[in-house]
């Protein structure tokens, strides 16, 4: 199996996560942008809201599989 065939695979068998991740990433990125940026916020918090963003994604996937477990 080459590279590209076991690749092809990964894609083939997660697209639906790899493009909800994509999502939230793109989401996240622009939501903080417009905001920090917009505001004129200190760049610490820029970043600290960026890196926030890792906690937001497991909190909110998280909550998504709590949701769908009690359905």
Excluded: N, Q
Aim: hydrophobic share 55%; charged share 15%; aromatic share 16%.
């Amino acid at each position: 199996m080459s590279a590209l065939d076991a690749v092809r695979d990964h894609v083939v068998e997660h697209h639906d996560g790899m493009l909800f991740d994509l999502v939230f990433a793109i989401a996240w990125v622009v939501l903080v942008t417009v905001l920090f940026r917009g505001f004129g916020a200190p760049d610490i918090a820029y970043y600290l809201a960026m890196a926030g963003g890792v906690v937001a994604y497991y909190g909110f996937t998280y909550s998504l599989a709590l949701a769908r477990e009690s359905e």
